[in-house]
């Protein structure tokens, strides 16, 4: 139980820190062009680090069943 209650808190905290990055970084542009460059890359960096971790996931797992 405590290990989804963990899961859960990182989850939570990456949603929340996530969101307030993209909030941040949207804010302090000049214009409305730069923002939504700055929301994509963003946004593809995410996205990498997702499929990294849970590739690596994956990868554990597999391995630690054979």
Not at 8 to 32: D, K, N, R, Y
Request: glycine letters at 10%.
């Amino acid at each position: 139980m405590q290990k989804v209650l963990k899961i859960l808190l990182v989850v939570i905290l990456g949603i929340v820190g996530t969101c307030s990055l993209i909030w941040v970084l949207s804010t302090t542009a000049s214009s409305f062009e730069e923002a939504s460059a700055r929301g994509e890359a963003c946004g593809i960096i995410f996205v990498v680090v997702l499929f990294t971790a849970s590739g690596a996931a994956i990868f554990k797992a597999i391995r630690g069943k054979s």
